[in-house]
């Protein structure tokens, strides 16, 4: 039992280049998310989806697309990079609500240049 | 909108020092509030939770006691250790079921 994992750990993009952060869980939830974190700034939501097939905006979707793929998998693109992308991105998986508690992969650190 | 203010970091303490850090929130009606952790290089887990008011959550000798009167959700531990370096989160579950997040507050213990 996995939990949450994430891939790649780390990448450097110079701006303009394209490239997509994988997520899966093994928990059987229904519910992913994808946020980043910035200094200062806590968690941001980017995108999340309710179950699988399904997708929505968060706080901060602009520049980001995403896949759910299936019910394991939830990815996240970024199609043309940009500075301000810099930033530790974490997809998190959901026990359903009410008493919702997620739970976190380790993070993908994301340098663009 | 709902949002959740803690205290800002870092905060540095000596080990077996007594810890708070300070949440308050806003929101309508009563939301399930929540602390979470971050240690170095790892992504955030949960730590607590407390879902009514008056209600006390703990785990590994944390307490944080939802207070609807000051909307607040103050994490506290009597003695700390060097491991309890990390950045903790609170949060609150808003009314579509989603987390409303704080900043953050940097923990930093000293032997």
Known sequence: ?113 | GDSVTQMEGPVTLSEEAFLTINCTYTATGYPSLFWYVQYPGEGLQLLLKATKADDKGSNKGFEATYRKETTSFHLEKGSVQVSDSAVYFCALEDSNYQLIWGAGTKLIIKP
């Open chain 1, 1 to 113: 039992n996995a939990g949450v994992t994430q891939t790649p750990k780390f990448q450097v993009l110079k701006t303009g280049q394209s490239m997509t952060l994988q997520c899966a869980q093994d928990m059987n939830h229904n519910s992913m998310y994808w946020y980043r974190q910035d200094p200062g700034m806590g968690l941001r939501l980017i995108y999340y989806s309710a179950s699988e097939g399904t997708t929505d905006k968060g706080e901060v979707p602009n520049g980001y697309n995403v896949s759910r793929l299936n019910k394991r998998e939830f990815s996240l693109r970024l199609e043309s990079a940009a500075p301000s992308q810099t930033s530790v991105y974490f997809c998190a998986s959901v026990r359903d609500s009410p008493q919702e508690t997620q739970y976190f992969g380790p993070g993908t650190r994301l340098l663009v240049l």
